[in-house]
């Protein structure tokens, strides 16, 4: 996953060079990768002119690759009527949104008066079309300044539920990259186990490093439950589709260092989403602002939150899942 500032026309250049980048590394055949290195500089475009500049995160997704562009502008109030061909607030022919949606086989908008817009468009080989939106996603940006970064995420799906891993490393820098990657080997290693004793053996594997914040959240198909187990500073919150979040609870600690108690909780959820995310993100956030963000894709609802709520200061990680069978 790359991010891109944009605050001139450089930036979306730079924009359209990492998606192209990210194309060829996941083996876009070269038509769909003209139709990527498009969507990047038109969504980038639309950034910069309509939204007063702000930032583009390129990711790989399955056999293609995700675009979510990102502002703080001043919002769409009728989202259908700016995405039509020859709609325009800044004097341009208006054929950006409208291409886009064109050129990508999965195309979503999520814009609220005031609020900014996020854009995330997905492009794959050229005639796979029929994608869906992946129930897990994520949002993981280094430190500003930084190359590596000390979040990471994974996760596992089988016939029984599917298992959601967060890890914070230490600090930022190389040293915490290494213990995040070490904290995900141990979650893959040890998935299938209890969510408190996979917590257990990340703890034991990171005692070489400078240790972690981690967290596990096992959605059950059966039960339509969660079983989550925390230490340090994850955030974890259950989102259903109509009602209050419901935020879970992590023991003080630090994975590879201290854990005077490791313990899961269970938790009920019915449809909607769950959120995980590290310590570069905020606790002051809740979806009343978004009308309608809980259905979007976990992708688009990771962006939003990640650009709303995001310290500045740290890494950054923010993963969405839904907690319904897919």
Known sequence: MRSVRIIDSTGVAQA???AQSLGESVGLDSVAGGRLALVATEIGSNV????????????????????????????MADVAACMADGYSTSGTPGNGLGA?????????????????????AHVSETGRGGDLPAPIAAVVVPKPGEESCGDSWSCHEDAQGRTLFVVDGIGHGPEAARA?????????????????????????ALRPTRGAAVAVARIDWASSSIAFAGLG??????????????????????????????????????????????????????????????????????????RDAARGRDDAAVLVARTTRP
């Open 233 to 306: 500073n994850i955030g974890s919150v259950a989102v259903p589709r109509q009602g209050p979040l419901k935020r879970m609870v992590s023991h003080n600690g630090t994975a590879g260092h201290t854990a005077r108690r490791i313990q899961s909780f269970d938790y009920p959820c019915g449809e909607g989403l769950i959120v995980m995310y590290s310590d570069g993100i905020g606790n002051n956030w809740s979806f009343d602002p978004y009308p309608g963000l809980v259905l979007m894709p976990p992708r688009l609802v990771a962006g939003v939150l990640y």
């Open 180 to 204: 995040a990657h070490e904290a995900v080997l141990a979650f893959q290693r040890h998935r299938e186990a209890a969510v408190g004793d996979i917590i257990e053996a990340v703890h034991q």
């Open 100 to 120: 886009v949606r064109r050129l990508a086989q999965q195309f979503h908008v999520a814009s609220w008066p005031g609020r900014g817009t996020a854009v995330l």
């Open 16 to 18: 359209r060079r990492t």
């Open 48 to 75: 910069l002119k309509h939204g007063g500049g702000g930032e583009l995160i390129v990711a790989v997704a399955g056999r293609g690759i995700d675009v979510l562009a990102l502002d703080r502008g001043p919002g």
